[in-house]
């Protein structure tokens, strides 16, 4: 069963940036792909950005191409979301999931942090 805690959300202007982390436990986490995922208010939740298990690749969805950088870190426990050049599109609940390989589903999420940018 693994475990993830957010944290490193908050309210920032537009153009600011924000680094949110991610604390990973309970399995082997070399095994898994952790991502970002965020959902606004009367929005679905979607996709941000996910690396792969090993860290050599990474995914990100088209909106935030250029501005945000996920990495995980040499134990595999921690993963990070950069978010530069915040756009007023950009706030919603940030969510943390990891899922075990090539498996298709997310199996494993966070509680969630707030990212609030003001204009």
């Known amino acids: 069963q693994v475990q993830l805690v957010e944290s490193g959300g908050g309210s920032v202007q537009a153009g600011g940036s924000l680094r949110l982390s991610c604390g990973a436990s309970?399995?082997?986490?070399?095994?898994?792909?952790l991502g970002w995922f965020r959902q606004a208010p009367g929005k679905e939740r979607e996709f941000v950005a996910a690396?792969?298990?090993?860290?050599?690749?990474?995914a990100y969805a088209d909106s935030v191409k250029g501005r945000f950088t996920i990495s995980r870190n040499a134990a595999w426990n921690t993963v990070s979301l950069q978010m530069n050049s915040l756009k007023p599109e950009d706030p919603a609940v940030y969510y943390c999931?990891?899922?075990?390989?090539?498996?298709?589903?997310?199996?494993?999420w966070g509680q969630g942090t707030q990212v609030t940018v003001s204009s």
């Open positions: 690396i792969l298990y090993g860290a050599t690749s990474t």
């Open positions: 309970g399995g082997a986490l070399a095994n898994y792909v």
């Open positions: 999931a990891a899922k075990f390989r090539s498996t298709s589903n997310y199996a494993y």
